[in-house]
């Protein structure tokens, strides 16, 4: 069992509308969750950092965060083409923090 | 605003090279990170290195070693490079972990071809 997974997508959404990725993890003590975006070619650039139960908004982005049901989810609204990328969820194990385990990303495709 | 760079942005060895790849941080940061990244594989931790002179291995450190002789620079080596070692390889950096903000941030990544 992966630590971290997601599903590769596409995930398709038209411009303006809500974009919702989705991340489960296997360490039930895990601590500390990230978002980052990763366009084609580039390397992967932090978007949100999430540390405890709830929501926590930045501009368009809000991560939201469930450790009872082991999932960290990011909304993206007003989706513009331009958040075409690949999402990748991060998070760390209780043991170690300075550790992350990446997801192997969700393809967003936002279409003009 | 964080800096972590990388000597190469392409690169293409033979097979049975060593190889050096390079990465300098510029935030103090006191870990430092190598990772490769497959399609279908996702991030795959390499080695990373808590302190000046300290290193552990990741999940897959088997073909590479790494060195830190300086706080601000962490380098990866491929001791005799395979066709199996092409891919590409990002660097991080981050704060140690201090209860608060850590998050790692990355270089520009290096396309590494072996032939």
């Known amino acids: 069992q992966k630590e971290v997974e997601q599903n590769s997508g596409p995930l398709s959404v038209p411009e303006g509308a809500i974009a919702s990725l989705n991340c489960t993890y296997s360490d039930r003590g895990s601590q500390s969750f990230f978002w980052y975006r990763q366009y084609s070619g580039k390397s992967p650039e932090l978007i949100m950092s999430i540390y405890s139960n709830g929501d926590k908004e930045d501009g368009r982005f809000t991560a939201q965060l469930n450790k009872a049901s082991q999932y960290v989810s990011l909304l993206i609204r007003d989706s513009q083409p331009s958040d075409s990328a690949t999402y990748l969820c991060?998070?760390?194990?209780?043991?170690?923090?300075?550790?992350?385990?990446f997801g192997s990303g969700t393809k967003l495709n936002v279409k003009p | 605003d964080v800096k972590v760079t990388q000597s190469s942005r392409y690169l293409v060895k033979r097979t049975g090279e060593k190889v050096f790849l390079e990465c300098v941080q510029d935030m103090d940061h006191e870990n430092m990170f190598w990772y490769r990244q497959d399609p279908g594989l996702g991030l795959r931790l390499i080695y990373f290195s808590y302190d000046v002179k300290m290193k552990e291995k990741g999940d897959i450190p088997e073909g590479y070693s790494v060195s830190r002789e300086k706080k601000e620079r962490f380098s990866l080596i491929l001791e005799s490079a395979s066709t199996n070692q092409t891919s590409m390889y990002l660097c991080?950096?981050?704060?140690?972990?201090?209860?608060?903000?850590?998050?790692?941030?990355f270089g520009p990544g290096t396309r590494l071809t072996v032939t």
């Open positions: 991080a950096s981050s704060l140690e972990f201090s209860g608060s903000s850590y998050e790692q941030y």
């Open positions: 991060a998070v760390t194990p209780i043991y170690n923090f300075n550790k992350f385990y």
